[in-house]
Protein backbone atom coordinates (compact mmCIF):
# COMPACT_ATOMS: atom_id res chain seq x y z
CA UNK A 1 0.00 0.00 0.00
CA UNK A 2 2.55 2.65 1.00
CA UNK A 3 4.12 1.69 -2.60
CA UNK A 4 1.36 1.98 -4.05
CA UNK A 5 0.83 5.42 -2.08
CA UNK A 6 4.15 6.50 -3.42
CA UNK A 7 4.42 5.67 -7.32
CA UNK A 8 0.70 6.79 -7.63
CA UNK A 9 2.12 10.50 -5.79
CA UNK A 10 4.93 10.21 -8.25
CA UNK A 11 3.33 9.76 -11.37
CA UNK A 12 0.34 11.92 -10.34
CA UNK A 13 2.26 14.88 -9.21
CA UNK A 14 4.56 14.55 -12.70
CA UNK A 15 1.67 14.20 -15.12
CA UNK A 16 -0.01 17.54 -12.77
CA UNK A 17 3.55 19.41 -14.18
CA UNK A 18 3.91 17.73 -17.31
CA UNK A 19 0.54 17.61 -18.95
CA UNK A 20 -1.57 19.27 -20.62
CA UNK A 21 -4.67 20.00 -17.99
CA UNK A 22 -6.98 18.42 -20.64
CA UNK A 23 -5.52 15.35 -21.71
CA UNK A 24 -4.44 15.55 -17.80
CA UNK A 25 -8.62 15.23 -16.98
CA UNK A 26 -9.15 12.90 -19.69
CA UNK A 27 -6.87 10.47 -18.33
CA UNK A 28 -8.20 10.83 -14.76
CA UNK A 29 -12.17 10.92 -15.28
CA UNK A 30 -11.61 8.09 -17.99
CA UNK A 31 -9.40 5.95 -16.29
CA UNK A 32 -8.08 6.13 -12.60
CA UNK A 33 -10.78 7.78 -11.24
CA UNK A 34 -13.03 5.05 -12.02
CA UNK A 35 -11.17 2.11 -10.82
CA UNK A 36 -10.33 3.85 -7.52
CA UNK A 37 -14.36 4.43 -7.04
CA UNK A 38 -14.61 1.01 -7.95
CA UNK A 39 -12.66 -0.26 -5.22
CA UNK A 40 -14.54 2.42 -2.67
CA UNK A 41 -17.63 0.89 -3.84
CA UNK A 42 -16.37 -2.59 -3.03
CA UNK A 43 -15.70 -1.38 0.51
CA UNK A 44 -19.19 0.50 0.51
CA UNK A 45 -20.78 -2.90 -0.27
CA UNK A 46 -19.54 -4.43 2.85
CA UNK A 47 -20.30 -1.48 5.51
CA UNK A 48 -24.19 -2.43 6.28
CA UNK A 49 -23.52 -6.06 7.35
CA UNK A 50 -20.59 -5.24 8.90
CA UNK A 51 -23.06 -3.05 11.19
CA UNK A 52 -25.39 -5.69 11.44
CA UNK A 53 -23.12 -8.25 12.57
CA UNK A 54 -20.25 -6.64 14.30
CA UNK A 55 -21.99 -4.12 16.27
CA UNK A 56 -24.52 -6.62 17.61
CA UNK A 57 -22.03 -9.07 18.47
CA UNK A 58 -20.06 -6.58 20.37
CA UNK A 59 -22.69 -5.60 22.60
CA UNK A 60 -24.14 -8.95 23.02
CA UNK A 61 -20.40 -10.27 23.93
CA UNK A 62 -20.98 -7.94 27.21
CA UNK A 63 -22.80 -10.42 28.65
CA UNK A 64 -26.47 -10.28 30.98
CA UNK A 65 -25.27 -7.47 33.07
CA UNK A 66 -27.38 -8.41 35.52
CA UNK A 67 -25.82 -11.47 36.18
CA UNK A 68 -22.08 -10.19 35.40
CA UNK A 69 -22.58 -7.41 38.37
CA UNK A 70 -19.93 -4.84 38.93
CA UNK A 71 -17.36 -6.66 36.83
CA UNK A 72 -19.61 -5.75 33.84
CA UNK A 73 -21.24 -2.73 34.64
CA UNK A 74 -17.09 -1.12 35.99
CA UNK A 75 -16.12 -2.16 32.60
CA UNK A 76 -18.62 -1.16 30.34
CA UNK A 77 -18.72 2.34 32.12
CA UNK A 78 -14.72 2.10 31.92
CA UNK A 79 -14.71 1.32 28.08
CA UNK A 80 -17.59 4.50 27.15
CA UNK A 81 -15.58 6.68 29.36
CA UNK A 82 -12.02 6.03 27.70
CA UNK A 83 -13.13 5.72 24.14
CA UNK A 84 -14.63 9.34 24.70
CA UNK A 85 -11.55 11.31 26.28
CA UNK A 86 -9.81 9.03 22.98
CA UNK A 87 -12.00 10.67 20.55
CA UNK A 88 -12.29 14.07 22.07
CA UNK A 89 -8.45 14.02 22.48
CA UNK A 90 -8.37 13.66 18.42
CA UNK A 91 -10.85 16.05 17.57
CA UNK A 92 -9.33 18.28 19.80
CA UNK A 93 -5.74 17.93 18.12
CA UNK A 94 -7.23 18.13 14.65
CA UNK A 95 -9.02 21.34 15.51
CA UNK A 96 -5.57 22.74 16.82
CA UNK A 97 -3.34 21.87 14.69
CA UNK A 98 -5.64 21.77 11.45
CA UNK A 99 -3.62 18.99 9.29
CA UNK A 100 -6.25 19.13 6.43
CA UNK A 101 -6.00 22.77 5.99
CA UNK A 102 -3.48 25.20 4.19
CA UNK A 103 -4.55 24.08 0.41
CA UNK A 104 -4.27 27.40 -1.87
CA UNK A 105 -6.98 28.81 -2.59
CA UNK A 106 -7.23 27.80 -6.28
CA UNK A 107 -6.80 24.21 -4.91
CA UNK A 108 -9.40 24.63 -2.92
CA UNK A 109 -11.92 25.18 -5.14
CA UNK A 110 -10.68 22.19 -7.07
CA UNK A 111 -10.92 20.13 -4.23
CA UNK A 112 -14.07 21.41 -3.48
CA UNK A 113 -15.94 20.64 -6.74
CA UNK A 114 -15.05 17.11 -6.42
CA UNK A 115 -18.29 15.18 -5.99
CA UNK A 116 -19.66 14.74 -2.42
CA UNK A 117 -22.24 12.88 -1.03
CA UNK A 118 -25.07 15.06 0.14
CA UNK A 119 -25.49 15.11 4.16
CA UNK A 120 -28.15 12.69 5.82
CA UNK A 121 -30.17 13.35 8.56
CA UNK A 122 -31.68 16.45 10.28
CA UNK A 123 -30.93 18.60 12.65
CA UNK A 124 -32.87 19.24 16.40
CA UNK A 125 -35.42 17.26 17.76
CA UNK A 126 -35.88 15.70 14.18
CA UNK A 127 -32.26 14.02 14.24
CA UNK A 128 -33.30 12.41 17.31
CA UNK A 129 -36.69 11.05 16.17
CA UNK A 130 -35.38 9.99 12.80
CA UNK A 131 -32.30 7.71 15.02
CA UNK A 132 -34.77 5.28 15.48
CA UNK A 133 -36.04 3.87 11.69
CA UNK A 134 -39.47 3.04 11.30
CA UNK A 135 -38.39 0.98 8.28
CA UNK A 136 -34.85 -0.89 8.38
CA UNK A 137 -35.36 -1.87 4.81
CA UNK A 138 -35.53 1.67 3.32
CA UNK A 139 -32.75 2.69 6.01
CA UNK A 140 -30.38 0.52 4.67
CA UNK A 141 -31.64 1.27 1.66
CA UNK A 142 -31.54 5.14 1.40
CA UNK A 143 -27.91 4.78 3.36
CA UNK A 144 -29.68 6.24 6.63
CA UNK A 145 -26.62 4.50 8.36
CA UNK A 146 -27.28 6.05 11.39
CA UNK A 147 -30.45 4.70 11.85
CA UNK A 148 -29.00 1.28 10.86
CA UNK A 149 -26.55 1.06 13.71
CA UNK A 150 -29.38 2.39 16.13
CA UNK A 151 -31.14 -1.25 14.98
CA UNK A 152 -28.26 -3.13 15.01
CA UNK A 153 -27.51 -1.80 18.79
CA UNK A 154 -31.00 -2.44 19.92
CA UNK A 155 -30.11 -5.70 18.16
CA UNK A 156 -27.39 -6.26 20.88
CA UNK A 157 -28.88 -5.08 23.23
CA UNK A 158 -31.64 -7.80 23.25
CA UNK A 159 -29.13 -10.63 22.37
CA UNK A 160 -27.19 -10.00 25.65
CA UNK A 161 -30.96 -9.86 27.28
CA UNK A 162 -32.69 -13.12 25.66
CA UNK A 163 -30.44 -16.08 26.95
CA UNK A 164 -32.77 -18.27 25.14
CA UNK A 165 -31.59 -21.10 22.80
CA UNK A 166 -33.10 -19.23 19.45
CA UNK A 167 -31.48 -16.48 20.86
CA UNK A 168 -28.08 -17.90 20.72
CA UNK A 169 -28.70 -19.34 17.44
CA UNK A 170 -29.74 -15.62 16.06
CA UNK A 171 -25.84 -14.85 17.62
CA UNK A 172 -24.28 -17.64 15.82
CA UNK A 173 -26.01 -16.55 12.40
CA UNK A 174 -24.70 -13.05 12.88
CA UNK A 175 -21.10 -14.87 13.87
CA UNK A 176 -21.42 -16.13 10.73
CA UNK A 177 -22.21 -13.44 8.88
CA UNK A 178 -19.08 -11.35 10.64
CA UNK A 179 -17.23 -13.74 9.57
CA UNK A 180 -18.00 -14.18 5.69
CA UNK A 181 -18.15 -10.45 5.96
CA UNK A 182 -14.69 -10.21 7.05
CA UNK A 183 -13.10 -12.58 4.33
CA UNK A 184 -14.77 -10.15 1.92
CA UNK A 185 -13.16 -7.72 3.62
CA UNK A 186 -9.85 -9.39 3.24
CA UNK A 187 -10.14 -10.30 -0.45
CA UNK A 188 -11.07 -6.52 -1.28
CA UNK A 189 -7.82 -5.14 0.72
CA UNK A 190 -5.42 -7.20 -1.24
CA UNK A 191 -7.11 -5.39 -3.90
CA UNK A 192 -6.01 -1.98 -1.62
CA UNK A 193 -2.66 -1.59 -3.83
CA UNK A 194 -4.51 -0.79 -6.68
CA UNK A 195 -7.26 1.22 -5.18
CA UNK A 196 -5.16 3.34 -3.48
CA UNK A 197 -2.40 3.53 -6.56
CA UNK A 198 -5.81 5.21 -8.56
CA UNK A 199 -7.28 7.64 -6.06
CA UNK A 200 -3.66 8.91 -5.05
CA UNK A 201 -3.13 9.37 -8.55
CA UNK A 202 -6.16 11.11 -9.25
CA UNK A 203 -6.13 13.76 -6.48
CA UNK A 204 -2.01 14.05 -7.42
CA UNK A 205 -2.83 14.42 -10.69
CA UNK A 206 -5.31 17.30 -10.00
CA UNK A 207 -3.43 19.22 -6.64
CA UNK A 208 0.17 18.15 -7.10
CA UNK A 209 2.33 17.37 -4.10
CA UNK A 210 0.44 19.63 -1.51
CA UNK A 211 -1.75 16.61 -0.96
CA UNK A 212 1.68 14.90 0.55
CA UNK A 213 2.38 17.45 2.87
CA UNK A 214 -0.80 17.25 4.51
CA UNK A 215 -0.70 13.43 4.40
CA UNK A 216 2.45 14.19 6.47
CA UNK A 217 1.00 16.74 9.00
CA UNK A 218 -2.32 13.93 8.97
CA UNK A 219 0.35 10.96 10.32
CA UNK A 220 1.70 13.65 12.91
CA UNK A 221 -1.60 14.33 14.52
CA UNK A 222 -2.57 10.73 14.62
CA UNK A 223 0.66 9.39 16.18
CA UNK A 224 0.75 12.40 18.68
CA UNK A 225 -2.84 11.86 19.76
CA UNK A 226 -2.14 8.11 20.11
CA UNK A 227 1.35 8.65 22.17
CA UNK A 228 -1.09 11.40 24.38
CA UNK A 229 -3.86 8.97 25.01
CA UNK A 230 -1.20 5.87 25.93
CA UNK A 231 1.23 7.64 27.90
CA UNK A 232 -1.02 10.01 29.18
CA UNK A 233 -4.46 8.54 29.98
CA UNK A 234 -3.61 5.07 30.60
CA UNK A 235 -0.79 6.22 33.30
CA UNK A 236 -3.47 8.70 34.95
CA UNK A 237 -6.46 5.67 34.89
CA UNK A 238 -4.14 2.56 36.16
CA UNK A 239 -2.25 4.93 38.55
CA UNK A 240 -5.63 6.54 40.34
CA UNK A 241 -8.40 3.76 39.08
CA UNK A 242 -5.89 0.86 39.73
CA UNK A 243 -3.49 1.63 42.17
CA UNK A 244 -0.77 0.82 40.12
CA UNK A 245 2.83 2.29 39.00
CA UNK A 246 2.78 3.45 35.82
CA UNK A 247 6.25 2.40 35.31
CA UNK A 248 5.33 -1.63 36.71
CA UNK A 249 2.53 -1.58 34.31
CA UNK A 250 3.87 -0.16 30.72
CA UNK A 251 7.14 -2.77 31.93
CA UNK A 252 4.79 -5.58 32.25
CA UNK A 253 2.62 -5.07 29.57
CA UNK A 254 5.69 -5.11 26.97
CA UNK A 255 5.66 -8.48 25.19
CA UNK A 256 1.40 -7.98 24.50
CA UNK A 257 2.67 -4.34 23.38
CA UNK A 258 5.01 -5.75 21.10
CA UNK A 259 3.11 -8.27 19.48
CA UNK A 260 0.19 -5.89 18.92
CA UNK A 261 2.29 -3.21 16.72
CA UNK A 262 3.61 -6.27 14.58
CA UNK A 263 0.05 -8.02 13.96
CA UNK A 264 -2.16 -5.21 13.90
CA UNK A 265 -4.86 -7.49 15.37
CA UNK A 266 -6.26 -6.56 18.87
CA UNK A 267 -7.50 -10.76 18.03
CA UNK A 268 -4.18 -11.97 17.25
CA UNK A 269 -2.58 -10.27 20.23
CA UNK A 270 -5.49 -11.85 22.72
CA UNK A 271 -3.49 -15.35 24.13
CA UNK A 272 -0.62 -13.00 25.07
CA UNK A 273 -2.41 -10.31 26.67
CA UNK A 274 -3.76 -13.14 28.76
CA UNK A 275 -0.49 -14.60 29.32
CA UNK A 276 1.03 -10.70 30.32
CA UNK A 277 -2.35 -10.06 32.58
CA UNK A 278 -1.63 -13.18 34.38
CA UNK A 279 2.12 -13.90 35.12
CA UNK A 280 3.16 -9.99 34.43
CA UNK A 281 0.40 -8.54 36.21
CA UNK A 282 -0.90 -10.92 38.32
CA UNK A 283 -4.33 -10.03 38.05
CA UNK A 284 -7.34 -12.19 39.34
CA UNK A 285 -8.20 -15.11 35.87
CA UNK A 286 -11.96 -14.61 36.15
CA UNK A 287 -11.31 -10.90 35.91
CA UNK A 288 -8.63 -10.88 32.58
CA UNK A 289 -10.40 -13.20 30.75
CA UNK A 290 -13.61 -11.83 30.74
CA UNK A 291 -12.36 -7.67 30.13
CA UNK A 292 -9.21 -8.87 27.87
CA UNK A 293 -11.61 -10.75 25.68
CA UNK A 294 -14.55 -8.18 25.41
CA UNK A 295 -11.66 -5.34 24.75
CA UNK A 296 -10.50 -7.23 22.06
CA UNK A 297 -13.50 -6.31 20.06
CA UNK A 298 -15.48 -3.66 22.27
CA UNK A 299 -12.30 -1.51 23.74
CA UNK A 300 -11.02 0.17 20.78
CA UNK A 301 -9.92 3.24 21.66
CA UNK A 302 -6.93 3.96 19.00
CA UNK A 303 -9.11 2.93 16.86
CA UNK A 304 -12.07 5.25 17.78
CA UNK A 305 -9.51 7.77 18.10
CA UNK A 306 -8.17 7.33 14.88
CA UNK A 307 -11.89 7.40 12.91
CA UNK A 308 -12.14 10.80 14.51
CA UNK A 309 -9.09 12.66 13.28
CA UNK A 310 -9.63 11.13 9.73
CA UNK A 311 -12.65 12.28 9.39
CA UNK A 312 -11.95 15.76 10.03
CA UNK A 313 -9.06 16.00 8.56
CA UNK A 314 -10.75 14.81 5.15
CA UNK A 315 -13.35 17.46 6.20
CA UNK A 316 -10.60 19.77 6.41
CA UNK A 317 -9.02 18.51 3.44
CA UNK A 318 -12.01 18.93 1.31
CA UNK A 319 -13.55 21.89 2.87
CA UNK A 320 -16.09 20.59 4.62
CA UNK A 321 -17.05 22.65 7.12
CA UNK A 322 -18.15 20.49 10.22
CA UNK A 323 -20.32 22.43 12.78
CA UNK A 324 -19.79 21.61 16.71
CA UNK A 325 -22.98 19.06 16.65
CA UNK A 326 -21.82 17.67 13.26
CA UNK A 327 -18.47 16.84 15.55
CA UNK A 328 -20.39 16.13 18.63
CA UNK A 329 -22.21 13.62 16.45
CA UNK A 330 -18.50 11.81 14.91
CA UNK A 331 -17.57 11.78 18.57
CA UNK A 332 -20.55 9.86 19.20
CA UNK A 333 -20.18 7.50 16.18
CA UNK A 334 -16.98 6.87 17.19
CA UNK A 335 -17.33 5.89 20.40
CA UNK A 336 -19.93 3.29 19.10
CA UNK A 337 -18.23 2.44 16.43
CA UNK A 338 -15.41 1.39 18.89
CA UNK A 339 -17.47 -1.11 20.33
CA UNK A 340 -18.37 -2.80 16.91
CA UNK A 341 -14.93 -2.44 15.26
CA UNK A 342 -13.19 -5.54 13.87
CA UNK A 343 -10.29 -6.78 15.74
CA UNK A 344 -8.38 -6.85 12.85
CA UNK A 345 -6.25 -5.02 9.96
CA UNK A 346 -8.01 -2.20 8.51
CA UNK A 347 -11.01 -3.53 10.69
CA UNK A 348 -11.82 0.32 10.59
CA UNK A 349 -11.79 1.15 7.17
CA UNK A 350 -15.40 0.73 6.58
CA UNK A 351 -16.44 2.50 9.26
CA UNK A 352 -14.68 5.28 8.33
CA UNK A 353 -16.07 5.67 4.87
CA UNK A 354 -19.32 5.09 6.89
CA UNK A 355 -18.97 8.53 8.73
CA UNK A 356 -17.70 10.23 5.66
CA UNK A 357 -21.04 9.67 4.28
CA UNK A 358 -22.79 10.88 7.09
CA UNK A 359 -21.42 14.22 7.49
CA UNK A 360 -20.94 14.55 3.53
CA UNK A 361 -17.33 14.31 2.90
CA UNK A 362 -16.00 12.43 -0.71
CA UNK A 363 -14.98 9.23 0.27
CA UNK A 364 -12.40 9.18 -2.42
CA UNK A 365 -9.99 10.76 0.15
CA UNK A 366 -9.55 7.55 1.56
CA UNK A 367 -7.34 6.86 -0.86
CA UNK A 368 -4.88 9.09 0.81
CA UNK A 369 -5.33 7.69 4.47
CA UNK A 370 -5.02 4.01 3.22
CA UNK A 371 -1.79 4.53 1.85
CA UNK A 372 -0.10 4.80 5.18
CA UNK A 373 -2.66 2.98 7.32
CA UNK A 374 -0.71 0.08 7.66
CA UNK A 375 1.95 1.83 9.96
CA UNK A 376 -1.12 3.83 11.56
CA UNK A 377 -2.91 0.67 12.76
CA UNK A 378 0.30 -0.76 13.99
CA UNK A 379 0.22 1.73 16.20
CA UNK A 380 -3.30 2.27 17.08
CA UNK A 381 -3.55 -1.80 17.45
CA UNK A 382 -0.93 -0.92 20.10
CA UNK A 383 -2.70 1.56 22.00
CA UNK A 384 -5.98 -0.81 21.65
CA UNK A 385 -4.57 -3.49 23.71
CA UNK A 386 -2.21 -1.30 26.28
CA UNK A 387 -5.52 0.28 26.83
CA UNK A 388 -7.21 -3.77 27.05
CA UNK A 389 -4.96 -4.19 29.78
CA UNK A 390 -5.63 -1.10 31.39
CA UNK A 391 -9.23 -1.63 31.89
CA UNK A 392 -8.43 -5.40 33.50
CA UNK A 393 -5.91 -4.13 35.65
CA UNK A 394 -8.55 -0.97 36.14
CA UNK A 395 -11.52 -3.34 36.83
CA UNK A 396 -9.16 -6.30 38.80
CA UNK A 397 -8.85 -3.46 41.64
CA UNK A 398 -11.06 -4.72 44.86
CA UNK A 399 -12.23 -7.87 43.17
CA UNK A 400 -11.33 -10.89 45.14
CA UNK A 401 -8.29 -12.74 44.26
CA UNK A 402 -6.84 -8.73 43.73
CA UNK A 403 -4.98 -9.28 46.54
CA UNK A 404 -1.43 -9.20 45.37
CA UNK A 405 0.14 -5.75 46.13
CA UNK A 406 0.04 -4.00 42.65
CA UNK A 407 3.84 -2.59 43.03
CA UNK A 408 4.99 -5.90 44.71
CA UNK A 409 7.02 -8.62 42.20
CA UNK A 410 4.31 -10.98 40.49
CA UNK A 411 6.42 -13.80 40.97
CA UNK A 412 3.75 -15.44 43.48
CA UNK A 413 1.39 -15.70 40.21
CA UNK A 414 4.14 -17.44 38.07
CA UNK A 415 4.65 -20.14 40.94
CA UNK A 416 0.84 -21.21 40.64
CA UNK A 417 0.64 -23.64 38.36
CA UNK A 418 -2.80 -23.78 38.41
CA UNK A 419 -3.43 -20.59 36.67
CA UNK A 420 -3.05 -20.58 32.79
Known sequence: MLVALLVGAALGASAHAALDPAWLETIVSRASEPVGRLFLRLLFMLVIPLILSALPLGIAGIGDLRALGRIGVRTLLYTVAVSAIAVLLGVGMVNLFEPGAGLAPELKERVAAAPAPAPTGAAGVELIVRLVPDNLVRAMAEGDLLAVMVFAVFLGVGLAAVRSEPARRLEEILQGLYDVVMWLLGLVIRLAPLGIFCLVFSLTARLGFDVLRQLAEYVAVVIGALAIHMFGVYSISVAWLGRMSPWRFFAAVRPAMVTAFSTSSSNATLPTALLVADRELGLPTHVSRFVLTLGSTANQNGTALFEGVTVLFLAQFYGVELSLGQQLLVVSICVLGGIGTAGVPAGSIPVVIMILGLVGVPAEGIGIVLGVDRFLDMCRT???????????????????????????????????????
Open 382 to 420: TVNVTGDLAAAVVVARGERGAGREADGPPAASRANPGRT
